[in-house]
């Protein structure tokens, strides 16, 4: 059995536009569902559809984070019928290659570096914060904000699609204030 593998590819490049502060939460996409699962850390909205990549946080019996701290899966929001939500399972290249995280202690308890597949470039810190809860942290314009999501919007009209802008859906936990950071992405090609 012969598995397509994509060819080299540059990595993206994150360059940060602009940073919005607001009293509420924004809405990427106003009426599109919002997951909830247990454990979530971060969920990421595409421009193409309502399905939605989550990440949350694993933790054992205890109440701390495992090794593998983290999992990301869909929520199937596109789907029609009684599957519609439904968890599924990132596939093997979405997983290698575009919405997985790659995850490496830090040496302080509870708390793990984390990147994204396909934006390596993007440091962020997976912490916990108390029993059987974490949250998950992005250094951006020399300040820490605590992600609540983001949005990609991807260009469809080459073979490859094609990210062209990220939205960060943070809060500054010193003010209480919501803060939208949007990156422009270059080189963002995403194999589906």
């Known amino acids: 059995m012969c598995l397509y593998a994509p060819t080299v590819q540059a990595e993206p490049q994150l360059t940060l536009i602009s940073s919005e502060t607001t009293q509420t939460l924004p809405s990427a996409q106003p009426g599109w569902p ?3 699962d247990p ?3 971060f969920f990421l909205q595409r421009s193409i559809s309502k399905n939605v990549v989550v990440y949350a946080a694993q933790f054992e019996d205890d109440g701390s984070l495992k090794r593998r701290p983290i999992d990301a899966f869909w929520r199937r929001y596109s789907d029609d019928g009684p599957g519609r939500g439904q968890v599924k399972d990132l596939r093997f290249f979405e997983s290698r290659l575009a919405y997985g995280v790659y995850t490496y202690p830090t040496g302080r308890a509870g708390e793990f570096d984390l990147r994204f597949a396909a934006l390596p470039d993007l440091p962020l810190t997976l912490r916990q914060e108390r029993h059987n809860q974490a949250s998950l942290w992005a250094r951006l ?3 820490d904000y605590r992600l609540v999501y983001g949005y990609v919007e991807i260009d469809q009209k080459a073979l ?3 990210v062209e802008r990220l939205r960060l859906y943070t809060i500054d936990v010193k003010t209480g204030s ?3 950071h949007i990156l422009s992405v270059t080189g963002g090609a995403i194999p589906e």
């Open 34 to 36: 919002t997951p909830s």
């Open 39 to 41: 454990g979530m850390v």
């Open 141 to 143: 314009d020399e300040e």
């Open 160 to 162: 490859i699609p094609r």
């Open 178 to 180: 919501y803060v939208t």
